[in-house]
């Protein structure tokens, strides 16, 4: 199972960026998939994650500004980011439950794409 992240670069504060996640590999389902971000010094943290019927949760940092979304039928989770500020500046990581054979959940992780706001 790989998990391949698209999206990142460089953009101004107040604008927005769409994050791309899409999972590809042999595997039964995906439970909760989501964003985690780290920034320099800092440990990484959940920023938004959706389970697989459609809940989410989000940090408060992020809470009515990012929005998840998931495209079940593409195995792909989308990260709408909006009015982006300078302590969003991080890479972002897409994390994934991941059901590849019976009931056994796995946890993978892409590698990462780097999101930079300058003020």
């Known amino acids: 199972v790989q998990l391949q992240a698209s999206g990142g670069g460089l953009v101004q504060s107040g604008e927005s960026l769409r994050l791309s996640c899409a999972a590809s590999g042999s595997f039964f389902s995906i439970n909760a998939i989501g964003w985690y971000r ?3 010094g800092k440990q990484r943290e959940l ?3 959706i389970r697989s019927g459609g809940s989410t949760n989000y940090a408060d940092s992020v809470k009515g500004r990012f929005t998840i979304s998931r495209d079940n039928a593409k195995n792909t989770v989308y990260l709408q980011m909006n009015s982006l500020k300078s302590e969003d500046t991080a890479v972002y990581y897409c994390n994934a439950g991941v059901v590849v054979v019976g009931t056994m959940e796995y ?3 892409g590698q990462g794409t780097l999101v930079t ?3």
């Open 47 to 49: 920023v938004a994650r």
């Open 38 to 40: 780290q920034a320099p």
């Open 107 to 109: 946890d993978y992780w």
């Open 117 to 119: 706001v300058s003020s």
